[in-house]
Each structure stands twice: as structure tokens, then as C-alpha cells.
């Protein structure tokens, strides 16, 4: 799952963050991912199975923990490249009693915002 490039403010699932943080495959995932990479890439760098690999990063995605984006090659297969989207993950109690996530991101440059915008247009043409 892509997460929504206009979306700077998506609240994840509190449940979605605590299963993906919960995991010590996705720990060992986020704690690989220093650039962005792909999913062969990861596998080998966590010593995490491929097939694994894939699922886990289904569940950080899901959680807005990754961001996925695309590794432009020049013979035209393209891939799918993961990065961290987060700085800092707070957990806290609501003043209705209820837990709440708050997820800490670090700032879109203005060349990512336009390229996230050029790829939404080039989505609906």
C-alpha cells in the first residue's frame, strides 16, 4: 500500500504501529533502512527472508512508518524503494482515557512535494 503523498498529516492506526513496532523483523528493517532501498536490498541488509521481507514491509507501510516509492532504472524495470517516513513514534493516553499515536515526521523538501504532485498527475492522465 502507497501511503498518500498530500497526506502529511495521516494519523496512523494506533494498532497498525504497535503490531509493526511489535515485530522484530520490522525493527530490524527500520533499524536497516539508513537510504532508500529495495526489497532485495533490505532482505539482504536485515538477514531477513525475502518473502518475508515483503510481508513486513506491507505492515510498516500500513502503519506510515515506510514510505514507498519508485527506483527509476534505465532498462525500464522499475522498482519499488522503501524509506523510513518517521523521526519519532509517541504513544499517550488521551484526555477521554483513550490512546493515541502521534508520529513525528521529517519535512517534505519543496523537490518532493513536486515530485510527489508530478507523479499524482501523470496518475490521472
Known amino acids: 500500500m502507497v501511503r498518500d503523498p498530500f497526506a502529511d498529516e495521516d494519523i496512523p492506526d494506533l494498532q497498525d504501529v504497535l503490531d509493526a513496532l511489535d515485530d522484530p523483523d520490522c525493527?530490524?528493517?527500520v533499524r536497516a533502512l539508513d537510504e532508500p532501498m529495495t526489497a532485495?536490498?533490505?532482505s539482504n541488509r536485515a538477514d531477513v527472508p525475502l518473502s518475508t521481507t515483503y510481508r513486513k514491509l506491507d505492515l510498516l507501510t500500513e502503519a506510515s512508518l515506510l514510505e514507498e516509492g519508485t527506483e527509476?532504472?534505465?532498462d525500464g524495470q522499475h522498482a519499488s524503494q522503501y524509506s523510513v517516513a518517521f523521526e519519532e513514534v509517541v504513544i499517550g493516553l488521551a484526555d477521554s482515557r483513550e490512546f493515541e499515536v502521534e508520529v513525528t515526521?521529517?519535512?517534505?523538501t519543496a523537490d518532493e512535494r513536486l515530485a510527489d504532485l508530478w507523479s499524482e498527475v501523470r496518475k490521472e492522465t
Do not use: G, H, T, Y
Not at 105 to 108: A, F, V
Open 105 to 108: 515526521r521529517q519535512p517534505r
Open 40 to 42: 532485495d536490498e533490505i
Open 27 to 29: 525493527r530490524a528493517i
Open 72 to 74: 527509476i532504472r534505465p
